[in-house]
């Protein structure tokens, strides 16, 4: 990592948000590994510490396509049609290399933790050349999205993606043969091989995902369920739209949800995106299998998906946890915000989900999908967001409530590890994050063919 203070071992909190509830004077001994061993409450700092004032648990950023990030107002035009969207998006996919995609990874996780996101898991699956051949070596932009994670201090989960066809026994489209490896065992060759690449990194975990049964087929999904070992954290997209879930229906006789189930890739590891469209059978099983559901309230909302059962999958079992996905947003906090602001409108009330379920929702439950554990307690990685809580925005609000009130302008130091890695929006390097953006967007700009790829069929 470039940049960053040494690493604490020892962070005092002046007031520190623990499990929903508002301490005063926290101290967190930390050990090499930049993990919690101790928390103590109203106590005074001691020489050396890392001073912090008004303190969250660091936030989980569950599902992120960071080269989305090239789209963000360029899309709205005429309405911004949905198929207008895909378009945009497979013809800024066709101007990545492993250099640009870096680059842009950059600028997107510096974005990302200015505004209070610690950690990431990038749904990873531009991996080959435009005409689908290999680069020298085949992980190459996971490589790079990995290096840019280091550079920049967040902590990343890599969430490499089987992608193997265009819709239920349909190949791959031109504009889609760079995300597919052949077969399902190809692809598990290539993950292996990622995860050897990457060794023990503290900062970088792999993860694996199914784009959605659209694109692996059901057989497929069984032979990746059963080839990823238990450990894994295992992320698919799931009924986002009604049309993924009448394709599944035409091709197999069963939607989304049961073909998972019926794959072995239900459990307690996986992770289900969206889950927008279901049926209420879905949302016990799924809440049965102990998965967590990933929100994207922003994405949802900017591509007019639907309001999800979020309420309704917590209640069945599952975990709720957020993601800023296409990252037309990156705020921790508006996430949150719309998450509850969307089961408001749906019930007609207030505080479907309490100020501590939110609170889980933006960080530890984040982090339990992405395979980390987070929060401010002992065995979590020591990821942290200070809050100033006398903005026009926050002043007056109670602690426990920062998250209903607080926006990514409002965040001072993030720290990662114990170690602090950005300061008032920028990196502690000094460099800013917009400054960043505008160079790769330019750069990928520049590099996009001039005609469209495609203007119609389901989304990538």
Known sequence: MTGGSAGATAVHCATAVVDGVARS??????????????????????????????VLAGSGNAHSHAFHRVLRGRTHADGGDFWQWRTAMYRAAAALDPDTYRQLAVGVFAEMLAAGWTAVGEFHYVHHRPDGSRYDDPNAVGLAIADAAREVGIRLTLLDTCYLTGAPGQPLAAEQRRFGDGSAAAW?????????????DPL????????????????????????????VPLHVHLSEQ???????????????????????????????????????DEIVQLGNAGVSAVICPTTEADLGDGIGPARRLADAGATIALGSDQNAVVDPFLEVRGLEAGERLHARQRGVFSPRELDAARSTAGYRALGVTGGIGVGAVCDLVEIDSATVRTVGARPEQLVLTATASDVLRVVVGGRVVADRGVLVDGRSPAALLHDAIDVIGA???????STNGPRA
């Open 188 to 200: 598990l060759d290539r993950w292996h091989a990622l995860r050897a690449a990457l060794g023990d």
């Open 25 to 54: 004077d926290v101290r967190l001994d930390l050990d090499g590994a930049g993990r919690i061993t101790a928390v103590t409450v109203g106590v005074p700092p001691h020489a050396g510490d890392l001073r912090l004032g008004t």
């Open 447 to 453: 590099a996009q063919p001039t005609d469209s790829a």
């Open 204 to 231: 970088v975990t792999v993860g694996a995902a199914v784009h959605s049964v659209r694109a692996v087929a059901p057989s497929d999904v069984a032979v990746i369920a059963s080839g990823l070992p238990d450990d």
């Open 242 to 280: 009604p049309a993924e879930n009448e394709q599944s229906l035409a091709a197999y006789g069963v939607r989304p949800t049961r073909v998972l189930a019926d794959a072995g890739a239900l459990r307690p590891r996986t992770s289900v995106v969206h889950a927008t469209h279901l049926t209420d």
